[in-house]
C-alpha cells in the first residue's frame, strides 16, 4: 500500500512514484494522499528512493532495478542523480551528461526500461525549463530521441495522465484562480526575447542578508537567463558607502551560491563610475542634464508645488 503527495510544485518525486507505481500495478496498491509514504507489515518507508528500491526488489521480474550488480549500482546513480540534479543551477550540465550517455544506448542503463529511466524521466519533466528546451529542439538529438520514447510509453502516459490537476503546467492557467484571484506564481512571457541574446541582472546591495524576496528575484532572472539561453550578469550595487561591508558581501556570494545560481558577469556598480560621470557631463553640456545645488528643505518644498528648478533654463551649454 503506498500514498504519495503531489503538491504544486510538482517534485520530480511525486512523478517519480506514480511511474513506479504503474510499472508494478499487478503488485502495487496506489492512492494519492496527503503523505508519501509505503506501509509494509509494520514498517513505513518514506523517501521516493528508498521506497522505488524496495518496490523493485519485491519485484524482480519486472526488471526495474537491472540483472546484476553492476546496473544495481548504476541505476543507483540514475535515481538520486535524477531527483536531485536538474535543479537550475545544474540543469544544462546535467542535460548535456544525459544526452551523451544516450548517444549509444536507448535506456540509462542496460538494454530495457528501469529506475533509472523513470527518474531522469521525472526529473525532467518537473523542471519547466527542461519543457521550454525541448519544444525548442535545443537539448540534444539522443535526449530528444530518448524523451519521446518514455513518453509513448503506456505505463508514462497513464501516470501523467493521473497527476493531480494542480500539479500540471498545462492547467495552471485556468487552475490558477481562487476566489475570483488569480494565483501568483506564473513566469511572464517575454515577447520578442531571442534566444541567445537575452540578458539579465542581480543588483544586490551589501548592506544586509539576502532576504527571500532577494531569492526570489536571483531565481527568477536566473530562469530567464536559462530558458533563452541568455547572460546573468551578478552586480553589486556598491552607491552607498556608509551601508555597505565586505563580510555582507562574502556572505551574500555564499548565499547566491546556495541558490546554485550560475551567473556569467560579476562586476561592480563602481565599476562604471567613470563612463556614468563622462555620459552625464556629455548630457549637461547638451543641455540635456543639470546639477542641483538646491537645499533639501527647499527642493522638498519646490517638488511638491511643482516649480520648476531655478536654473533649468540656463544650462551651459558652452562649457
Known amino acids: 500500500s503506498s500514498g504519495i503527495n503531489a503538491e504544486w510544485p510538482l ?44 518496490l523493485a526488489r519485491a519485484n524482480p521480474e519486472a ?75 535545443l537539448c540534444g538529438k539522443n535526449l530528444t530521441r530518448w524523451c519521446d520514447h518514455i513518453s509513448k510509453l503506456p505505463a508514462v502516459e497513464i501516470s501523467v495522465a493521473d497527476m493531480p490537476k494542480i500539479t500540471r503546467g498545462s492547467d495552471r492557467k485556468t487552475e490558477g484562480k481562487k476566489g475570483g484571484k488569480e494565483e501568483g506564481g506564473k513566469f511572464a512571457e517575454l515577447p520578442g526575447a531571442k534566444m541567445g541574446e537575452v540578458v539579465v541582472r542581480f543588483p544586490p546591495e551589501a548592506s544586509g542578508y539576502l532576504h527571500i524576496g532577494h531569492a526570489k528575484a536571483a531565481l527568477l532572472n536566473q530562469y530567464y537567463q536559462q530558458s533563452f539561453k541568455g547572460k546573468l550578469v551578478m552586480r553589486f550595487d556598491d552607491t552607498n558607502p556608509a551601508k555597505e561591508n565586505t563580510e555582507f558581501e562574502n556572505i551574500i556570494l555564499e548565499d547566491v551560491k546556495l541558490l546554485n545560481i550560475d551567473y556569467d558577469i560579476f562586476s561592480f556598480t563602481s565599476n562604471h563610475f567613470p563612463a556614468m560621470l563622462e555620459y552625464a557631463e556629455e548630457m549637461i553640456k547638451k543641455g540635456l542634464a543639470y546639477v542641483d545645488d538646491t537645499d533639501p528643505a527647499v527642493m522638498k518644498e ?18
Not at 107 to 116: P, R, W
Request: proline share 1%; charged share 20%.
Open 63 to 137: 526488471g526495474l532495478y537491472g540483472s546484476n550488480f553492476l546496473q544495481q549500482a548504476e541505476v543507483d546513480h540514475w535515481i538520486w542523480f535524477g531527483l536531485n540534479k536538474f535543479g537550475h543551477g545544474d540543469f544544462n550540465s546535467s542535460i548535456r551528461y544525459c544526452d551523451e550517455v544516450l548517444a549509444q544506448n536507448s535506456y540509462m542503463v542496460g538494454s530495457n526500461l528501469s529506475l533509472a529511466d523513470l527518474s531522469v524521466y521525472s526529473g525532467l519533466m518537473s523542471n519547466h525549463s527542461f519543457n521550454v528546451v525541448l519544444s525548442k529542439g
Open 11 to 54: 517534485r520530480p518525486g511525486s512523478l517519480y512514484l506514480r511511474l513506479v507505481a504503474e510499472n508494478l500495478k499487478d503488485s502495487v496498491n496506489f492512492k494519492w494522499d496527503t503523505v508519501t509514504a509505503l506501509k509494509v507489515n509494520n514498517l513505513s518507508l518514506h523517501s521516493p528512493e528508498a521506497i522505488s528500491r524496495h
Open 302 to 319: 519646490e517638488r511638491e508645488k511643482r516649480k520648476k528648478y531655478r536654473l533649468r533654463l540656463c544650462v551651459d551649454t558652452t562649457a
